[in-house]
């Protein structure tokens, strides 16, 4: 079990995808590439020495260099050679193996002739010597022409050996020197190779890299970098694009307050605009005309004061806005039953409901749900919803509220069968001064703010509201707000 839980070990590290791991591959293919390259040097040259070993030995020319146990395995070619001979005798002297000798086998020697011969008492030109076998059942006796062997003897090769040797010996020389360079070719390729591993590894996604942060730094916000690497680097390049598209977004979202700041000075500039200038038109009427007849002058002074109003409640609202959308302001929370809070501001609307002609449903369900919200703000972001419908909507509609309980959410469903919103402003309804016709005209005098004030509040319980788009008729808002 422990050497299996060893291999599981090893076979993760081997799959593993990080920074550490590749390098210490690469350590071991390094290392793997220096060992073969120290094996083919001491193979190249035991090779050698081997070759020039071999050549030596064959340079010795007596009988104690090529005796062996059975005299059937002896070789004399080196002897034939250089126009030498050898023989095998027996205990008695009977030649039973010969090779390059003037003597047949079966020949027998005398004893004088033998002793004068291994002593190299016979003036034939030949060295001669001799060697018993292991078990002294047979003489090895060799013959080597005198010029040769003295040679040999004094380390002077004969002339065609003295060639070869030289030869032999530029080869070597040759070997020699070049060898260092095949050395140094070898480690000079596996650190090249090596290189280029830690290159494709390490370099080129970092320059990808440095390439998406100069491309972010001269302001192109949607550059990505694309970097197939499991590793560290991979990891950097997903924060890096996760970064980019944050400061996209940022900067998008900088675009559109900026674009929403001005709209907002221009729209509140145009809603103030109209009252204000219909008060000091019809007020420096009044001043300027004193024969005005009573019921004219009530009349002009019943306009002002709606003008007045409709000011008032512009200013009421952008205040309310800009408080609430402020980063310092806090909501007064507290647990409270959403369904009593419901029931109780429901009825406060009833009446109004009544005298315009507006049918309701409602469905609150009687069992307590307590969650955390601040009552005033919430039954100002709910009331904004609800006189929507009924302002802007004909008689005879039917208002519908039904609170569920959904995944720990409170769930409050506005919703009506009226005129409903266009197509084109339903993305925008929740923004400050949507230009909607049908909710902000003179006679209902709606100030835009109100469903941007509701999504500001719901949002700051931690919750959120939207329009339900696409349906036949009517509006539909849903709001979720956190449970306990």
């Not at 070990?9 to 990080?18: E, I, P, T």
């Amino acid at each position: 079990m422990i050497n299996r839980n060893k291999l599981k070990k090893m076979s993760s590290l081997f799959k593993s995808k990080r920074m550490a791991t590749q390098l210490f591959k690469n350590y071991i293919i390094f290392l793997i590439i220096l060992i073969g390259i120290f094996i083919l040097t001491l193979g190249a040259l035991l090779f050698y020495f081997s070759v020039n070993f071999e050549d030596a030995t064959k340079d010795n020319t007596t009988a104690q260099y090529i005796v062996k146990q059975s005299y059937k395995d002896i070789k004399a070619l080196n002897f034939i050679k250089y126009k030498g001979y050898v023989e095998v005798l027996d205990k008695n002297l009977v030649i039973v193996m010969q090779n390059g000798s003037k003597h047949e086998v079966g020949f027998k020697y005398t004893v004088k002739y033998y002793q004068d011969m291994i002593t190299n008492n016979l003036k034939d030109g030949y060295f001669y010597s001799s060697k018993y076998g292991d078990k002294k059942e047979f003489i090895l006796i060799t013959a080597m022409p005198n010029s040769i062997f003295d040679t040999y003897a004094w380390g002077i090769a004969h002339k065609e050996q003295l060639e070869r040797s030289d030869n032999n010996k530029k080869a070597g020389f040759t070997f020699l020197n070049i060898f260092p360079f095949i050395i140094f070719a070898f480690l000079l390729s596996t650190m090249v190779l090596y290189a280029k591993l830690t290159s494709r590894i390490f370099v080129k996604p970092l320059n990808k890299l440095l390439q998406g942060v100069n491309t972010v730094k001269n302001g192109e916000y949607s550059a990505r970098v694309e970097i197939d690497s499991l590793n560290e680097i991979g990891e950097l390049k997903d924060a890096f694009n996760l970064m980019a598209e944050k400061i996209q977004q940022e900067k998008l979202l900088k675009k559109k307050a900026e674009d929403n700041r001005k709209r907002m000075i221009l729209d509140i500039s145009h809603d103030l605009k109209n009252p204000l200038t219909s008060i000091l038109g019809y007020s420096e009427f009044l001043l300027e005309n004193n024969d005005i007849l009573p019921e004219d002058k009530n009349k002009l002074l019943k306009v002002i004061n709606n003008n007045s109003r409709r000011a008032n409640d512009l200013i009421q609202d952008l205040f309310e806005y800009s408080r609430i959308e402020s980063t310092e302001y806090k909501l007064d929370m507290g647990k409270h039953d959403i369904g009593e809070f419901l029931r109780e501001l429901i009825a406060g609307y009833v009446p109004i409901m009544e005298k315009k002609g507006v049918k309701y449903e409602f469905e609150i369900t009687e069992d307590e749900v307590v969650i955390s919200f601040d009552k005033k703000n919430l039954d100002r972001a709910l009331s904004n919803v609800i006189l929507n419908s009924i302002k802007y909507n004909n008689p005879g509609i039917t208002i519908s509220i039904k609170l569920l309980v959904a995944d720990t959410k409170a769930v409050i469903i506005i919703e009506d069968d009226g005129v409903g919103i266009a197509k084109e402003f339903q993305g925008d309804i929740f923004e400050p001064f949507v230009r909607v016709d049908a909710t902000r005209n003179s006679k209902s005098g709606g100030t835009g703010l109100g469903l941007a004030i509701s999504k500001s509040i719901i949002e700051k319980h931690g919750g959120n509201i939207y329009l339900v788009r696409d349906i036949n008729k009517g509006c539909k808002f849903i709001i979720k707000l956190k449970g306990n």
